[in-house]
Nanobody
Framework: QLQLVESGGGLVQPGGSLRLSCAAS????????IGWFHQAPGKAREGVSC????????LYADSVKGRFTISRDNAKNTVYLQMNSLKPEDTGVYYC??????????????????WGQGTQVTVSS
């Protein structure tokens, strides 16, 4: 059974940093593009970033460009999201999702096959 587990969320002050991890079990991530999504309270899930299966291509939402960095370590079967200069509007649950194939399918949730349970990020002073 394909399973993704996010970790690394928490409470951070504005301007702070967090690194989220998305670990896979039951399958290897080598053949999957991975996306990160953000769901703010009371709002729809929105795409934040995506990385191709090889790690050679990345995609970012305009709201996080220059602040967030996605990366992957296929040897560790893990994808990371480094979040810097965090803002209160970054608060919410962050989900990772896997799509079989090389290229990022973009930020349309139904394009992804498997989802993690999410990790809470709260940016507040």
């Amino acid at each position: 059974q394909l399973q993704l587990v996010e970790s690394g969320g928490g409470l951070v002050q504005p301007g702070g940093s967090l690194r989220l991890s998305c670990a896979a079990s039951g399958f290897t991530l080598d053949n999957y593009a991975i996306g990160w999504f953000h769901q703010a309270p009371g709002k729809a899930r929105e795409g934040v970033s995506c990385i191709s299966s090889s790690g050679g291509d990345t995609l970012y939402a305009d709201s996080v460009k220059g602040r967030f960095t996605i990366s992957r370590d296929n040897a560790k079967n893990t994808v990371y999201l480094q979040m810097n200069s965090l803002k209160p509007e970054d608060t919410g649950v962050y989900y990772c999702a896997a799509d079989w194939g090389h290229y990022c399918p973009g930020f349309v949730p139904f394009e992804y096959d498997s989802w993690g349970q999410g990790t809470q990020v709260t940016v507040s002073s």
